[in-house]
């Protein structure tokens, strides 16, 4: 076991698991000669040169094309996207071939790639660096949508969308990426997709988060423990698919349910989520399911950006005015 950052444990799943497996190609701008922008990937082509670790020319859709061809011909290329927001021009490569190849062939061939990208706002940087469109991807039909909160589970998501059979969009927080240590095996372990986590067990309502907002979720329910409110805490993990029977059973549970995420609220994870609640907890509900989020509008420069993220005392006034709620 080892103390590591989430980015370092991203390193670490790469580099145990191309030791497991020669098939996997990891390649995207800047992830070659100088490990990637992020450094996710330092190391990687020092060991296992430049035929297995290279850069990319600047071209978003060039790399989610090629691997389509890699991936249907054996290969596992695992392709980064240097920005979340830099990803925009793969989209037509990602929805009409990348999510459908399966279904296209009729299970004959299928593009198991993983296309890892860095996402969301808190570190001050510049437009199209900033933001969290996870729901977008979720959207698509035939892709798995993994967001990891922590070291632990960034290196076991990590490790099982590389062995998974299908296409994972692995969304990495970058304010998370060297805000925290925490142990982490040295051999591989996987974690499975598409099962959330119940981080703190409770009583009086249900809190479910993901990846970044994960920090203030935490610190939400630190703080109202004393004042005696018993939340449950569960982190998602994976988007898509959504642990339906995890959270379903914790709101019949608790009888009251709070949903924070960093994107825009329409159309939102949030959404999908309340409608998931109310129609397999309604009877069960002691206030109306809520969800909190970022606003509607692009991420503001780095001025603006305090007031654009969702705080923690946010978070803790809207569970008590769901705690004391009355109809």
Known sequence: MKALTLVQAVNDALLVEMRLNPNIIVYGEDVGVEGGVFRATTGLQ??????????????????????????????????EMQFSGFAWPAFNQIISHVARFRNRTRGAMT???????????????????????????????????????????????LIAAMRHADPVIFMEPKRLYRSIKQEVPDDAYTIEIGKAKIVTAGSDLTLLSYGAQMK????????????????????????????????????????????????????????????????????????????????????????????????????????????????
């Open 46 to 79: 020092k060991e296992f040169g430049d035929k297995r670790c290279f850069d990319s020319p600047l071209a978003e859709s060039a790399l989610a094309g090629t691997a389509v061809g890699m991936s249907v011909l054996g290969l596992k290329p695992v392709i």
């Open 216 to 327: 203030e979720a935490v610190e939400a329910t630190f703080q109202l423990k004393t004042r005696g409110i018993s939340v449950e805490l569960i982190d998602l993990r994976t988007i898509s698919p959504i642990d339906k029977k995890t959270i379903i059973a914790s709101v019949k549970k608790t009888g009251r349910f709070l949903v924070v995420h960093e994107g825009p609220q329409s159309y939102g994870i949030g959404g999908e989520l309340v409608s998931t609640v109310t129609e397999n907890c309604f009877t069960d509900l002691f206030a109306p399911p809520a969800r909190m989020s970022s606003p509607d509008i692009t991420p503001p420069l780095p001025r603006g950006e305090r007031l654009y993220l969702i705080s923690t005392d946010m978070i803790v006034n809207k569970i008590m005015e769901l705690i004391n709620y009355r109809p």
């Open 111 to 157: 593009t198991d790639m993983v296309i890892r990208m860095p996402y969301g706002g808190g570190i001050r940087a510049l437009e199209h660096h900033s933001e969290s469109m996870e729901a977008i991807w979720a959207h698509i039909p035939g892709i798995k949508v993994v967001i990891p909160s922590n070291p632990y589970d960034a290196k076991g998501l």
